[in-house]
């Protein structure tokens, strides 16, 4: 397969060198482009193309979705997601669905079944909060294990709003996100967490892989505090999650 467009992206502070057919793609990672060492390459192949059609049909039967037409382009942007996925699990990094809203240098990261509500709770914290807050990625943010801590990082795989930034900022806290009637929240166990966790995160077809990811999810439940939040839409969900979340008192 030939491959007339390559560049050096960056994620999470680690740079890779991607070769694709489609300029497109590398103008999706616009914001992330490096000039620095790369640590690795990804290049999708026909095979890597067909597992990603096959992903993606099969994600939209499971959330009861139209699949939108698979264009070549799309395809290759699927298989780059799967190899680069893939690939960051050597650097002690791994993809979790959710939006992660940023405050105050720190990333509160809210993950739910498709559809509850997490972009519009997230989007309540900036309007909240105003300057103070910003999207950091509102769909597929990585979650780095570092020796300093959990840090969560900007992707441009962030969802139908295409709100994300190329910023890499301690993680705070993880929350589970449920409609309710009222605005609760309390701590989740790390065995109560640990089916949340695994559900949202990336999966490998690899046994060797999905040992390293059951490691990495490990070390998020030991590292970061995991919550279930249930709220309504509401500036009082915010304060709400956030007192839940911090132990601070509410201040906007």
């Not at 616009?30 to 390459?41: K, M, V």
Request: proline share 6%.
């Amino acid at each position: 397969m030939e491959y007339p467009t390559v560049f050096t992206a960056a994620l999470a502070n680690v740079p890779f060198t991607v070769s694709c057919r489609f300029p497109q793609n590398k103008a999706f990672f616009a914001d992330y482009l490096s000039d620095g060492e790369p640590r690795f390459c990804v290049a999708p192949e026909e095979k890597d193309l067909l597992a990603a059609k096959e992903s993606y049909l099969r994600t939209m039967r499971a959330e009861g979705k139209t699949p939108l037409p698979c264009s070549e382009p799309f395809l290759e942007n699927l298989a780059l997601h799967a190899l680069i996925a893939e690939e960051m699990l050597a650097f002690d990094t791994l993809l979790m669905h959710g939006s992660a809203v940023a405050l105050d240098g720190e990333v509160f990261l809210f993950t739910a079944e498709s559809g509850v509500g997490k972009s519009t709770h997230t989007r309540l914290w900036r309007e909240t909060f105003g300057e103070r807050a910003f999207a950091l990625n509102d769909d597929k943010p990585l979650l780095a294990v570092r020796e300093g801590g959990v840090f969560a990082c900007g992707t441009p795989w962030c969802g139908k709003h295409g709100l994300n930034r190329n910023a890499v900022l301690p993680l705070r806290a993880v929350a589970w996100l449920t409609r309710g009637q009222t605005n609760t929240i309390r701590p989740l166990s790390p065995a109560e967490a640990i089916p949340t966790l695994f559900s949202q995160c990336y999966r490998s077809e690899s046994e060797k892989s999905m040992e390293k990811i059951l490691r990495l999810e490990d070390a998020l439940l030991r590292r970061v505090p995991f919550f279930k939040l249930a709220c309504t839409i509401s500036s009082d969900a915010v304060r709400v999650a956030y007192e839940g979340m911090t132990g601070r008192k509410w201040k906007k």
